[in-house]
């Protein structure tokens, strides 16, 4: 009697593939095709981390033995949430592509599962791709909270300085503990 | 079994694209994308048309009542004064070489991006407007009306291209995207649509000199700040000569360079290898900056600016023009500057007084890039380096758009830094020299509102970065440009953690021995130099 993991790993190349054309059909029609056919880590960036990522969360989710497949997948699932973070996506839409395994399971493996008895299996999977969907969910925070950081530290950096050189306002680089003053002034 | 609803029913969307033709997506404005409008009362002193209150979100844009014979004027206006232009609308054959080149595609995969359809947006309107065949067969022959949806379009897509030239790179009839995106802004800025980021530093700059609005007592007074700090370093009291008559060479600098962090490394550099050299030179109050949003304007807007360069070289009496680490300030330098405010016959081609090096490259704008200056220094053993302050640093070397496709400036700099440093290592080819990829912050778009689409622009550089970092455990990306030194800190934050930005020079300035130094134990950031960790402690 085959289990799903077996069968999952049979069918790997196939899976894969649906579940990459699924994701790059997020894109507009000729990227997801420059973007499927384009191997080049450097001139095709998001294809590439899509492409790697996605194996190595189906690798994480299948070599499941200790219950550290969130902390393996979380940084496959880093690569691929950081991208689509900043790119014309609402969050629902950005961390929705590991919901498409389901799909790609679900619709490509049926017939198998249904023969064999693996639903128990399935949903058991399932849970599983639902809580990599929920740690998605704070990678996308994350970067957008770096993204406002990263606007605030812009800001300041700019003025704060400007103000400090105009001598506008006092700078305390200079002052000792005990409040002396190191320079003449 | 009762029927299964679909796993992406969860979040109900539609994974497809809409299969619509790109002339009926109409740009869709969502803050992170676009940059803040010009203030009204920078146009008013620009002397720029339609000045008003709005933004990309409004619906009603407030154009003039007669925008689309403005624009159409403008249009023949420049069909009929650039030849280029006329061609670069005629000659595209649509062979998509330039599609996957642009860094904002790349990073985005928004059709729109890719440069054959942004320049299209534009000869779309050329065709309908312009050509019999275009206003007989319209959509079949690529053509449309100009309508308001399109100057949406177009400002949003011509602001989203930073003219770094990746794609004309690839283009085989040598389609300069960059000059279209010059001719689109000025369209949009005849009917009002320009951005404040580029309008603001462009109206200090033509005010006070310089793109942050620095008076010239204050300018002085933030160089005496950089020289305290040098002291502190080095233990050298030195005072910059400013605005010296008779001076053998002018400097010119980008403004960036003096106020922000990690700039002020770089141009603190400056001033102690001049020092160090005892060069007769001088820094100008007046052209007290290098850089030239006119550029991201309108061809007379940078005419102007540009004109301080010659005017200041004029009324000082020096012999020649070196310039600092910048990337657009060497694209207006290089390509237009001679034909612009030239011929500068008053001025005499570059001779180093140090080496005696002739720079005849330089012959026709008399400004030499310091990267040139500082490696001929190099090569003829002029200056005394331990680059072992340096070793702490793993660096690479990111080629910035202008100097790299727009002079050819790849060695110099790499030369530089070899000797200054001994941890040196390039990124993947694809991504450096004249493929470079650009920071997402060039051409007026280095502003903080514009961060999210920056950092989809950024994604090519940064996974190069990212590379180079894990597997040569880089931790400094230097680069000469100041621009880059504001864009880059972010861009590394996002998509390499951990990885510093430095100035060519900042690096030069920690590997130089100056004559009467004291025991040099931190470099220019005032941090510890590598052997010296111990001794901050112990303090």
Known sequence: ?185 | MAKLPPPEELVKINYSTPVKGWMDVPADFRPGTFSYPGKPDILKYLGFPNPREWSPTDADWKLPPDWREIIMKGFRERLDKYRSFKVFMDICVRCGACADKCHFYIGSGDPKNMPVLRAELLRSIYRGEFTVAGKILSRLAGARKLEEDVVKEWFMYFYQCTECRRCSLFCPYGIDTAEITMMARELLTLVGCNINWILEPAANCNRTGNHLGIQPHAYKDMMDFLCEDIETITGIHIEPPVNKKGAEILFITPSGDIFADPGIYTYMGYIMLFHELGLDYTWSTYASEGGNFGLFTSDTMMKKLNGKMYAEAKRLGVKWILGGECGHMWRVINQYMDTMNGPADFLETPVSPITGTRFDAAAGTKMLHIAEFTADLIKNGKLKLDPSRNANLRTTFHDSCNPARGMGLFEEPRYVLKNVCENFVDMPEETIREQTFCCGGGAGLNNEEFMEMRMRGGLPRGSAVKYVQEKNQVNTLVTICAIDRATLPPLCDYWAPGVQVAGLHELVANALVMEGEQERTMNMRQEPLPGFEDAEEEE
């Open chain 1, 1 to 185: 009697m085959p289990t799903l993991s077996d069968l999952i790993e049979k069918n790997k190349e196939p899976l894969l593939s649906r579940w990459l054309d699924l994701i790059l059909a997020t894109y507009a029609k000729e990227t997801a095709l420059l973007w499927k056919q384009q191997r080049n880590q450097f001139t095709n960036p998001v294809g590439n981390r899509i492409r790697e990522g996605i194996q190595g969360i189906l690798t994480c989710l299948l070599a499941d033995e200790n219950g550290s497949y969130q902390e393996q997948a979380a940084v496959f699932l880093d690569d691929i949430v950081r991208v689509r973070a900043v790119q014309d996506f609402k969050p629902s839409e950005a961390v929705s592509f590991i919901y498409l395994l389901k799909k790609v399971l679900r619709e490509d493996l049926w017939a198998e599962i249904k023969a064999s008895d693996l639903f128990v299996e399935l949903l058991a999977l399932e849970s599983r791709i639902d809580s990599l969907a929920l740690l998605s969910l704070d990678i996308y925070a994350n970067c957008r909270e770096k993204l406002y950081a990263m606007r605030i530290k812009e800001v300041k950096n700019v003025q704060k300085r400007l103000l400090e050189r105009a001598n506008i306002i006092c700078g305390y680089s200079d002052v000792q503990a005990g409040g002396e003053d190191r320079s003449p002034e």
